[in-house]
């Protein structure tokens, strides 16, 4: 069993910056770890995600913007958002698939608002 805690999550101004952190309770340093989001009444897209090699995918509409990384040796994942947008509001989730176990944050809320 490998619980994610997600932090980092607040209000910021648009343009601004927010760096958010997940950190699995096991050794997870040979899985991917992602970073969904979910907005009000929208489905949960994916956002971002570093394989356990540090191979990173971006979706489209953050690239540029966000990037993911990784310390193993914390077996934490990291996503460093800039210039964020009224559009990245969401409730952001670390996920993790070990296997056949899917594992998920509880989430962390970010509001980009003036």
């Known amino acids: 069993q490998v619980q994610l805690v997600e932090s980092g999550g607040g209000l910021v101004q648009p343009g601004g910056s927010l760096r958010l952190s997940c950190t699995a309770s096991?050794?997870?340093?040979?899985?991917?770890m992602d970073w969904y989001r979910q907005a009000p009444g929208k489905q949960r897209e994916l956002v971002a995600q570093?394989?356990?090699?540090?191979?990173?995918k971006n979706q489209d509409s953050v690239k540029g913007r966000f990037t993911i990384s990784r310390d193993n040796a914390k077996n934490t994942a990291y996503l460093q958002m800039n210039s964020l947008k009224p559009e990245d509001t969401a409730l952001y989730y670390c996920?993790?698939?070990?296997?056949?176990?899917?594992?998920w944050g509880q989430g962390t809320q970010v509001t980009v608002s003036s």
């Open positions: 570093i394989t356990g090699a540090g191979r990173q």
């Open positions: 096991a050794d997870v340093r040979i899985f991917a």
């Open positions: 996920h993790l698939m070990a296997g056949t176990n899917d594992y």
